[in-house]
């Protein structure tokens, strides 16, 4: 990933970036769709920086369009972690599944800025954080795959097209 790709993803939420998401989209930030497979479990691909953008947007116009900005200042100031029904503007998306759910990465402020949410198109962000951050993400995957053991009653698999998943 570029760096200008960085700097426009900080300024468009206007938060600085959590170092670890910085590093790891360095390495891999440029997988398209679903292509080698689900890397995140139980199934999310990590988005590219187009997917990034865009789908931020849509959820933004989706869901925060005619929310009053006292309500939106007030979830604002919740701290990072805190689920929310609808999203949020300091909200980016990570990774999809393809089928409306998200893994996002709340910047909120707080002892957990930098955690990573999962959202669903039915739910929203109902939800408790998965991780507290993306390096603890990456640690949990990488230990799956290196020990085969399962993370949220899932077990990495390599599916017949030869790409990953998990079941």
């Known amino acids: 990933m570029r760096r200008a790709d960085l700097d426009f993803v900080s300024a468009l939420l206007n938060r600085p970036l959590p170092p670890d998401l910085v590093a790891w989209w360095r390495m891999s930030c440029g997988v398209t769709g679903h292509v080698g497979g689900r890397l995140i479990p139980p199934g999310y691909a ?3 920086i187009d997917g990034v953008v865009d789908t931020r947007e849509s959820l933004l116009e989706t869901w925060m369009e005619g929310v009053p900005e006292d309500d939106i200042a007030a979830l ?28 996002f990465v709340d910047l909120r402020s707080g002892p957990l800025n930098g955690c990573v949410m999962r959202w669903d198109k039915v739910e929203t962000a109902e939800f408790d954080p998965l991780w507290p951050s993306v390096s603890a993400m990456l640690s949990d995957i990488a230990d799956a795959l290196e020990r085969g053991v399962e993370i949220d009653g899932v077990r990495a698999v390599v599916v017949e097209d030869r790409t990953l998943d998990w079941h």
């Open 46 to 48: 990590p988005h590219d």
């Open 76 to 103: 604002l100031a919740q701290p990072a972690g805190t689920p929310v029904a609808g999203w949020l503007p300091v909200w980016l998306p990570v990774a999809g599944d393809g089928g409306g759910g998200e893994l």
